[in-house]
């Protein structure tokens, strides 16, 4: 019997996809062949363990998919180790998490209104209620991370652990200066890539791999790929212990399905057209930063030098969640954000964040972006002249934005 009401809600989510214009900085459009992977029959095998090594039979095909997942991994990121398993971003911190500290042990990372992650030692996460988690922000004046005040803190706490990594904060990050502190105070060096993993396979900016003892991340945002996590390391005497720290010390079976998704997704990061097409996510996000800002919208950091534009809306009389609401009504899906030295509450914050990984696969360049932060600087206008009661530029641009979306096919 067919499920009528998932068709419909199936069919509804396409539309969505389709008819708006999507700027949450985390999300993507997968493929074809990623989608083809996703939702093959690879879902029903049983794969417990590691390539090679598993604790089922009829494993032979699955065991070729893994091992190639890996070395592609490997090769996109030069280095020696690679895990594909993680069922997610969060599942590859935890293992970190055990194969490196005990309960009670001091670790540090950005704090969450700086732009770190919820997994990150956040007090409502395990990572924070399990662990000691001290945490450095950004400098007052520039919105940048105070490498000698991370370095200050290091010095006075002693973590184990230093993490650095981000789902909010639009500057580079220096991975050798974090390395430096690392080793200055004996802690191990977790970068985590989550958001920008696709910017740093293509080839910009420093490669973390190079400089952490372990590099975790997400497979989908900027890597275009599958929801789901990997693990990386060129630390031999980690290998083993971050092996068994995901299986079996924290997950069991595999995700096949999902590996195989991430084998395609490696491959399409390796070519020439990923390179093209991070180039453009770049670009496309200096474009939407400029704009606003001449538009006179505050951003942090003054700018962004990845796929993020995180709108500072601190002096402005609305808030981020009715910002990303009224922008909603537009077409245009972003998220209201922490920021930091946020005076608002969690559920309401001060900031938007905005991002191009995903107009970007639909094929928008310079104009489109330049007409879409246009539409986002006309709907805030609008919200803050009129206190949030009027939706007359929202709804107009709703229109406005269908036209230009439907301009692109979805693959
Ligand atoms: N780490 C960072 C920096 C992230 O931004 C995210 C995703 O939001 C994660 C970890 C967690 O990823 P997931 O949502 O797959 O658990």
Not at 92 to 113: E, I, K, R, W, Y
Not at 233 to 249: I, K, M, T, V, Y
Request: with cysteine; aromatic share 8%; net charge neutral.
């Amino acid at each position: 019997m067919t499920d009528h009401i998932m068709q419909e809600i199936l069919a509804n989510e396409y539309r969505r996809h389709r008819r708006n214009i999507e700027l949450i900085a985390s999300e993507n459009f997968v493929s074809k062949e990623v989608l083809q992977m996703l939702g093959s029959i690879v879902a029903n095998k049983l794969a417990e363990g590691y390539a090679g090594n598993r604790y089922n039979e009829g494993c032979q095909y699955v065991d070729q998919a893994e091992e190639i997942a890996i070395n592609r991994l490997k090769q996109l990121f030069d280095c020696k180790y690679a895990n594909v398993q993680p069922h997610s971003g969060s599942q590859a911190n935890q293992a970190v998490f055990l194969a490196l500290l005990n309960p009670g042990d001091t670790f540090m990372a950005m704090s969450s209104d700086a732009g770190g992650h919820l997994t990150h030692g956040n007090s409502i996460n395990m990572s924070g209620k399990w662990f000691n988690a001290v945490h450095y922000g950004v400098n007052k004046e520039t919105d940048l991370i105070d490498y000698e005040e991370v370095e200050r803190l290091a010095l006075q706490c002693q973590p184990k652990l230093i993490i650095v990594g981000h789902s909010s904060y639009s500057r580079n990050i220096d991975f050798k200066e974090f390395k430096r502190i690392a080793n200055k105070v004996g802690a191990y060096f977790l970068a985590d890539i989550a958001h920008t993993a696709g910017i740093i396979a293509a080839g910009y900016g420093q490669n973390p791999l190079h400089y952490a003892d372990i590099v975790t991340s997400t497979t989908h945002k900027t890597m275009r790929g599958p929801r789901g996590g990997m693990i990386m390391s060129n630390r031999e005497d980690l290998f083993e212990q971050l092996d068994s720290a995901l299986f079996p010390g924290i997950q069991s079976a595999t995700l096949m399905n999902i590996i195989m998704a991430k084998a395609v997704t490696f491959s399409k990061a390796l070519s020439e057209d990923f390179k093209k097409y991070i180039g453009n996510v770049l670009l496309n996000a200096k474009i939407i930063a400029k704009v606003l800002q001449t538009r006179g919208y505050k951003l942090l950091a003054d700018g962004t030098d990845n796929h993020i534009i995180m709108i500072d809306l601190r002096n402005s009389n609305i808030n981020g969640k009715l910002a990303s609401e009224k922008l909603a009504i537009a077409g245009i899906t972003c998220n209201k954000n922490v920021i930091p030295f946020d005076s608002r509450p969690i559920n309401l914050t001060s900031g938007i964040r905005l991002g191009t990984p995903a107009c970007t696969t639909r094929g928008f360049g310079i104009d489109e972006c330049k007409q879409i932060a246009n539409i986002v600087a006309d709907v805030l206008d609008e919200a803050q002249n009129t206190n949030g009661e009027k939706d007359n530029v929202a709804i107009d641009s709703a229109q406005k934005v269908e036209a230009m979306a439907s301009k692109f096919a979805l693959f």
